[in-house]
């Protein structure tokens, strides 16, 4: 049947925004309005004439709640087939009203989970008549409409249906079914039971937005987030200003955004990220002064960059990375005289985060390949203890270098070669199939940037230099040498590690290993 008018509805909601309105208006259509427990009492109390499910039923609400829709008189209204003889007979018999119409959203799971509730809470919150009412209606569409999101009240608040409506209803119920079984599913195995890799896998997903293209015009792309919330991630950031974000510019500003909080509780520091690298990074008194040493970094790549920061932006720091085009800029927020200056480039996207993420946060990472999916923990190390392996110890100005070209090297794409100097990235080589090239292209990055900056010398001179996994030769060492490092972070743990530890003592080198790897593919 095309369209249907709604004679009965059956009322049940845990979120009760605009379930007056739309009772109010239903009623006004000669409605018969069928409710339960704290949705009932909420329409009485607005004025409305409701039925118990009890009425309905001819049984009470029983065991605190857990049993009540759960009925023949309730499934049958809803799954009879309409112009189907025996089905209708059977109506007759058994004294089973329809149902047109049925209005539910299911018990706050995921929040209950997210405030840190006890487990008997969390069981509790685990509902059961929702979702087989929902079930129930949505596979019944072409008689019945199932409505779980507020925002559809609109359309049936008329008091008829269209076929076409109800379908879209039941593709949203059922999205929102197997959602909440999923989100119950995650629960069970990974708090309750602490499986890390569970045999089945659900992720419950939340479409936000569809983008304009994917990574290139001909492809297509959405972005979705997971619901419970938690990370205050480029997901979540407040857009001021600018055009659409696009499918590059997301994972570009969140490559931004996860290494300038490895920040979070340091000095002011700017991160330039150009495809998913980190082309600059800098820490400084001032925020500018970290964008102005982060910038110097590599002047070239920065333009039409990323930039993320671990501060509030202010108007001077606006106004400097607004000396070259730049995609977006990441902040935990910015000041009026920030806004104003970023007002007048109106392609500019302005992001504010209120805070960063936890960059110890727990989770997992997800990629896909030809017929599967890869999955495993995020990367989370970030303080390694670390071994001298050298005769040289590192200076304490070495070592804080040291540690600091190290929480870069974690964001860099493998092979990854990071030089830092004061605070401040000197040369980067990312994404390399052998580590001499990365080390040979970060030391050729360094000199660019200083001949281009008239220093008279690479900032690679008396610098640390970090390498996201061993050295399997002293080859990529001895280039780093060339460049004038004087202190090396690594993981150690290859078969020629003796080699590279003699090569740096042959060079007076001081250096220390952290035992942990970071690769970045």
């Not at 997992?364 to 303080?383: E, H, P, T, W, Y």
């Amino acid at each position: 049947m095309t369209q249907i008018t709604i004679k009965r509805a059956l009322i049940s909601v845990s979120d009760k925004t605009g379930i007056v309105d739309l009772a109010t208006a239903l009623a006004a259509k000669g409605v018969d309005l069928v409710s339960t427990g704290g949705t009932a009492k909420a329409l009485r109390d607005a004025g409305l004439a409701v039925r118990d499910i009890s009425d309905l039923t001819g049984f009470p609400e029983m065991m605190d709640g857990r049993v009540k829709t759960l009925h023949p008189k309730v499934h049958g209204g809803l799954l009879a087939v309409r112009d189907d003889p025996a089905h209708a007979a059977s109506m007759a018999e058994h004294e089973i009203g329809a149902i047109d119409l049925v209005v539910v959203n299911l018990y706050p799971f995921e929040a209950t989970v997210a405030k840190g509730a006890e487990r008997d809470e969390v069981i509790e919150n685990i509902d059961i008549g929702g979702p087989s009412m929902v079930r129930s209606a949505a596979k019944n569409h072409a008689f019945v409409a199932i409505v779980t999101d507020p925002a559809d009240y609109a359309l049936v608040s008329g008091g008829t249906t269209t076929l076409e409506d109800r379908k879209r209803f039941a593709m949203k119920a059922y999205q929102a079914t197997a959602a909440y079984d999923a989100a119950i599913a995650g629960w069970f195995a990974h708090v309750d039971q602490g499986e890390r890799f569970p045999a089945r896998v659900s992720v419950p997903m939340i479409k936000q937005a569809e983008l304009r293209y994917g990574e290139n015009p001909h492809q297509i792309a959405a972005l979705y987030t997971q619901p419970g919330g938690g990370v205050n991630g480029v997901a979540q950031a407040v857009q001021v200003q600018g055009k659409e974000l696009s499918y590059n510019n997301y994972n570009d500003a969140d490559a931004a955004l996860e290494l300038v909080s490895e920040f979070r509780d340091g000095p002011p520091t700017v991160v330039i990220v150009k495809h998913a690298n980190p082309c600059g990074v800098a820490t400084g008194e001032t925020l500018i002064e970290a964008y102005k040493a982060a910038f110097a970094c590599d002047t070239v790549s920065a333009f039409g960059g990323i930039i993320a920061v671990n501060r509030p932006l202010d108007g001077p720091t606006a106004e400097a990375i607004s000396g070259i085009f730049t995609e977006v800029v990441a902040a935990p927020d910015a000041d009026d005289a920030a806004r104003a200056v970023f007002a007048k480039k109106k392609n500019l996207r302005l992001l504010l985060t209120n805070d960063l993420p936890d960059p110890k946060r727990k989770g997992r990472v997800m990629k896909s390949i030809a017929g599967g999916f890869l999955i495993q923990s995020r990367d989370d190390a970030s303080s390694p203890e670390l071994k001298v392996v050298t005769k040289r110890a590192p200076t304490e100005e070495e070592l804080a270098d040291c540690r600091f070209a190290w929480t870069v090297a974690k964001h860099v794409k493998s092979n990854a070669i990071v030089y830092a100097k004061g605070g401040s990235t000197a040369g980067i080589g990312a994404g390399q199939m052998n580590r001499l090239e990365s080390a040979r292209i970060a030391a050729w990055k360094a000199k660019d940037a200083a001949d281009k900056a008239g220093w008279g010398a690479p900032r690679t001179i008396g610098s640390a230099v970090a390498s996201d996994a061993f050295f399997p030769f002293a080859d990529g060492l001895l280039a780093a040498v060339e460049a004038g490092a004087t202190a090396v972070i690594q993981p150690g743990g290859s078969i020629r590690d003796d080699e590279v530890i003699a090569a740096a003592d042959a060079a007076g080198l001081a250096m220390v290993f952290t035992g942990v790897r970071h690769f970045r593919h």
